[in-house]
């Protein structure tokens, strides 16, 4: 049987040239920046609005309860 590549992988043959190596820095640069805007964007709109976590423990089974008020006011 022949072996199958994984698609995406790189294959060790030939050494990568000086300008596989600045692509690959500018692709993983530019998924940095989107990875970065995402999580900036849900942090505020998340600290807009206060959230509550409710955890029961382990040990004893009470319910608690964790409020983290945001900068927002919460609204009924």
Do not use: F, W, Y
């Amino acid at each position: 049987m022949a072996k199958e590549e994984k698609a995406g992988t790189m294959r060790q043959d030939k050494p990568m040239s000086n300008e596989d190596v600045k692509r690959h820095l500018e692709m993983l640069d530019e998924r940095l920046d989107n990875i970065d805007s995402i999580v900036t964007a849900v942090a505020e709109r998340v600290m807009n609005q206060p959230i509550a976590l409710n955890i029961t423990c382990a040990h004893c089974g009470k319910n608690i309860e964790i409020t983290i008020m945001g900068r927002g006011r919460p609204t009924a």
